[in-house]
């Protein structure tokens, strides 16, 4: 089992401790993932129907029964747009599909103890797929945090540690434990988004393996961005597809790195001070990622579009109204869906994303 870095492309033994390259770079799986449309039609649907495109090495999955999420149309700007219902997983958010793969890993490397950093939907699932597994979780946040989603993680029984200052120093604080641990990082651990590739996938099989014109998915550290890019240009090296499908990524205006890189034609995120938002699941200043996710939209003529809160809460009302009740950073997607389409910069098949449910963010 191998990983190799994506800057300097070395390949590294995977190891308990190593979450990152030596030249710094984040690494990714080194193995040859495989497109096996006939075998997956004749299993049950669910994440875990496209194995052979995962780095599993036959390891046994850390399930807690990963549905194919519904892909639901709803009329928007007098057109049709297919919603694909990622709140419905088990602890609210599409994270389960990277947690799963993760934590199915640890296990399989006998990893007794994880460490993560993450104030929201990935210290989740990282901790409810820990307790499925049998392995100790503890997540790191900063002590300004307050928030349902901390409640959930100490119900799974993960230990939440709050770190006073900065989210800087909350970063120290996880790697210092990542030392002795194992750092099951929703943004450096490449097995997380090779797990939410499966959303990629399984929207391409929904979809009866045509390809959709536009892709409309908020992004922050890019785990959802990436892992649909991924699966989309697996399927074009397949045969599959012959196109790209475009990716939209969307930020709120408060956080907008990648939306002001995009616009300079820059190949690494901007520089930003970030204002609060209700977008608060894909406030990330400093993305890991953003160069992949700069690279990956250029590659498939896609865009970047940032959307204020008033916006996003006026898209949580609609959808809401509608019976679909979402967080805001899973509404932000359908203000960005409605804006491209009234602008006509999105246009044919588009499908976007409800990431995270109402219940997380209930007031
Ligand atoms: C994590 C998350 C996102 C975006 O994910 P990134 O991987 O940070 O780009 C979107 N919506 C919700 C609800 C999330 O929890
Ligand atoms: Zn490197």
Redo the contacts with the bound molecule.
């Keep these: 089992m191998q990983w190799k870095c994506a800057i300097c492309g070395q390949t590294k033994a995977v190891t308990i401790q190593r979450w990152r390259c030596d030249c710094g770079g984040v690494l990714e799986c080194d193995f040859t993932p495989q497109v096996q449309l006939d075998a997956w039609a004749r299993r049950e649907p669910g994440m875990w129907r496209y194995a052979e495109a995962l780095p599993l090495y036959g390891a046994t999955p850390v399930s807690l029964g990963e549905p194919a999420t519904p892909l639901v149309p709803l009329e928007l700007e007098g057109g049709k747009v297919l919603v694909k219902q990622e709140q419905l997983f088990s602890t609210g ?1 599409y ?1 389960d599909r990277g947690a799963a793969l993760l934590l199915t890993m640890a296990r399989h490397l006998g990893v007794g103890s994880v460490v993560e950093d993450s104030s ?3 210290g989740c699932a990282v901790s409810a797929y820990a307790a499925r597994a049998g392995i100790r979780c503890e997540v790191f946040v900063p002590e300004s945090t307050s928030s349902a989603k901390l409640a959930q993680m100490e119900a799974y029984g993960a230990t939440v540690t709050k770190v006073p200052g900065s989210r800087e120093m909350t970063a120290c604080a996880v790697l210092e434990a990542a030392k002795t641990r194992f750092y099951a990082s929703h943004t450096y651990n490449p097995w997380f988004i090779e797990g939410v590739k499966t959303f990629g996938y399984e929207l391409a099989d929904q979809l009866g393996y045509k390809a959709p014109d536009w892709v409309v998915l ?8 990436l892992g649909c890019f991924r699966a989309f240009s697996e399927l074009v090296a397949a045969g599959v597809w012959e196109k790209m499908p475009r990716l939209a990524g969307v930020q709120s205006t408060a956080c907008s790195p990648l939306v002001q890189a995009f616009r300079a034609g820059l190949a690494a995120p901007c520089e930003v001070q970030p204002a609060p938002t209700v977008a608060e ?2 406030a ?1 200043a400093e993305p890991q990622r953003g160069w992949q996710m700069l690279q990956a939209v250029a590659l498939c003529g896609g865009l970047f579009q940032a959307i204020d809160d008033e916006e996003t809460m006026a898209a949580r009302r609609w959808a809401a109204l509608r019976g679909f009740f979402v ?1 805001p ?2 509404a932000i997607a359908l203000a960005a869906t409605s804006r491209l389409l009234r602008e006509g910069r999105i246009t044919g098949t588009v499908v976007t994303v409800f ?2 449910h109402g219940l997380k963010h209930a007031h």
């Excluded at 908020?218 to 961005?225: E, F, V, Y």
């Design positions: 958010s994270k929201g939907n990935a908020p992004a922050g550290n890019g785990t959802l961005l699941g894909i990330i967080e950073t899973a990431t995270g």
